[in-house]
């Protein structure tokens, strides 16, 4: 009887995570703009952890919804100032991915933005 009360109640606490983790995934609202032509996200959020200048890469830090994809190209900015141009090569670990600096000399902070 202590067995199944104990499974029972293990199977309640599974599926209140469950139901917790669906409704925070479930979009809030509609969009401001619905029927006019979406606008690509500028600015994804990433922003520069490591920089490797004789390697000639970086490690970017994104939160897990706005992961940029292999072989895009991402613009990094300090103060508003285009400062570099990157592009993502991976490998991907978590919220971190690594990519290859083009042109300029990227520092620790920088914020990236698609092209």
């Known amino acids: 009887m202590r067995v199944l009360l104990a499974v ?16 925070a995934q479930a979009p809030t609202s509609a969009s401001p ?16 952890s490591r920089v490797e200048p004789v390697a000639r890469f970086v490690v970017l830090s994104f939160p897990p919804d706005q992961m940029p994809a292999i072989d895009q190209h991402l613009t990094l900015y300090r103060h508003a100032a285009k400062v570099a141009e990157v592009k993502v090569s991976g490998p991907q670990r978590d919220n971190n991915i690594v990519a290859d600096i083009l042109k300029g000399e990227p520092e620790v902070g920088d914020e990236a933005r698609a092209e």
């Open 33 to 48: 703009h619905a029927g006019t032509a979406a606008a690509p996200n500028l600015a994804l959020g990433g922003v520069v």
């Open 8 to 23: 029972m109640l293990l199977f309640a606490l599974v599926l209140s995570g469950c139901a917790r983790k669906k409704a």
